[in-house]
């Protein structure tokens, strides 16, 4: 093929794929971002793939008042996020927790002792964004809502507040992540002894 000819067939293969749709592997206002989406009221849009992202830990009866029937939580957490945190210790902007919660079941199959998971029953959000009011914002959906409502800072965010480990997150109970934050200094193992961020405030600062 001479080069002339070349030239011109290259241009024109560039010219067309230039001219075609692209391919959109997420879908604004869908709930298929791995990034928080709100409606125009400010509820969050329910984040539909998260089982494509990083599996942190599983909880089985998991609870912090006394009652109610076990359930398993799974938590996830974007792979992006999950790689800042890596390298830092701390979890970057527009961060998402997903809380899957899974009824429990004994008998089944050939299973003879423990439990496995059966059901999704719920599913709760938590999301690092500083659009929000106090940067940290906490979301329940059931099995069928699309959206959700931001909770009131009574509830999860102060418990997140007063006891998480690493900023508004659980990282105690992720035995991976742990030994991350500790390498990084943002490990607050006061709080996994359970203290809580009132009382810590109140005992007067160390000098440096």
Same mark, same amino acid.
């Given at each position: ?12 293969? !560039?010219? !067309? ?14 709930? =298929? ?26 909880? +089985?009866?998991?609870? +912090?008042? $006394? ?14 996020? *999950? /790689? ?13 927790? &997903?809380?899957?919660?899974? %009824?429990?079941?004994?008998? @089944?199959?050939?299973?003879?002792? @423990?439990?496995?998971?059966?059901? !999704? =029953? ?8 500083? /659009? !929000?009011?106090?940067?940290?914002? *906490? +979301? ?15 509830? #999860?965010?102060? #418990? ?13 109970? +992720?035995?991976?992540?742990?030994? &991350? ?12 002894? @359970?203290?809580?961020?009132?009382? $810590? %405030? ?7």
């Amino acid at each position: 093929m001479k080069r002339g000819v070349w030239f011109m067939v290259a241009a024109l293969s !560039l010219s !067309l794929l230039a001219a075609a749709p692209q391919v959109k592997t997420q879908s604004a206002g869908s709930g =298929t971002t791995d990034r928080p989406e709100f409606t125009g009221t400010k509820d969050l849009i329910r984040p539909e793939n998260y089982r494509a992202w990083v599996f942190l830990s599983a909880g +089985y009866g998991m609870t +912090y008042s $006394t009652g109610g029937n076990p359930q398993f939580t799974n938590v996830f957490v974007p792979q992006w996020a *999950y /790689r800042a945190f890596m390298g830092s210790g701390r979890w970057p902007d527009q961060t998402m927790f &997903v809380v899957e919660e899974r %009824s429990a079941q004994s008998k @089944g199959s050939i299973n003879k002792d @423990g439990h496995f998971q059966t059901d !999704l =029953t719920g599913m709760a959000v938590e999301v690092k964004d500083a /659009r !929000l009011p106090d940067k940290w914002g *906490y +979301y329940a959906f059931d099995e069928n809502s699309k959206t959700a409502q931001i909770q009131a800072k009574g509830g #999860c965010f102060a #418990c997140h507040d007063a006891h998480a480990a690493v900023e508004h997150t659980f990282v105690q109970f +992720y035995p991976t992540l742990k030994p &991350v934050a500790k390498k990084f200094g943002t490990y607050n193992q006061e709080r996994e002894n @359970g203290v809580s961020a009132t009382a $810590t %405030s109140s005992v007067p600062a160390k000098k440096q």
